[in-house]
């Protein structure tokens, strides 16, 4: 097998190994496809999303995954702390959806609102603060992508690629079912299903720390 061959077939592996951990329903998907929808700072978010990931990913490569791995005490920190981030996330969609104020709804979303430094630290708590994405990315991917030998970094480039188009995908895309949540009761649904996400996903890290 060419040099050539190898590194294609790593790279490939990288996109849809990458595809399949990043494209999992999570708070940041959850999040990213509500800035989406509400055209609210959609192109910072989406950076921050895919920055964040391309440099969790590059230091699974180099190595920090091993790290990580020798020092469980740090998981179980960042599970609570993480876990405990996405209940009041999720107690917050959950207000949105019970009592919907003028704010939280379409064109007038509370995203578009509240400033864009507040949604980019959303978007950068919802990746960093969240165990999961460094299990993803640092310790399952860096691990995968060091098993490659040589072609580690053509696996690494595919599982970045995958972020970039899964994200832009996502953030860009909402968009086309915008016009879907002209009305209160679609805001409702929709804040309800981030808020069963949401503290979902925080009870489950907090209960496994």
Request: hydrophobic share 55%; charged share 10%; with cysteine.
């Amino acid at each position: 097998m060419s040099v050539t061959t190898t590194l294609l077939l790593a790279a490939f592996t990288g996109l849809f190994t990458g595809a399949g951990l990043i494209i999992a329903i999570g708070p940041q998907n959850v999040f990213v496809l509500r800035q989406g929808i509400s055209g609210a700072h959609v192109a910072p978010v989406i950076a921050v999303c895919i920055v964040s990931d391309i440099v969790l990913i590059t230091a699974g490569t180099v190595g920090l995954g091993t790290a990580v791995a020798a020092h469980p005490g740090i998981v179980t920190v960042a599970k609570v702390v993480g876990g405990a981030y996405l209940v009041v996330l999720g107690l917050a969609a959950a207000r949105r959806a019970w009592r919907p104020t003028e704010s939280s709804l379409t064109n007038d979303d509370a995203g578009r609102n509240r400033g864009m430094w507040a949604a980019l630290g959303t978007a950068l708590a919802l990746t960093w603060l969240n165990p999961h994405t460094y299990l993803d990315t640092v310790l399952t991917l860096g691990s995968i992508a060091n098993s490659h030998s040589d072609a580690r970094w053509a696996f690494t480039v595919g599982a970045c690629v995958a972020s970039l188009v899964w994200f832009l995908a996502l953030g860009l895309g909402a968009r086309k079912v915008a016009p879907m949540f002209a009305s209160v009761r679609a805001w409702r649904i929709l804040d309800a299903v981030i808020a069963l996400v949401m503290v979902g996903l925080g009870v489950g890290l907090v209960a496994m720390s």
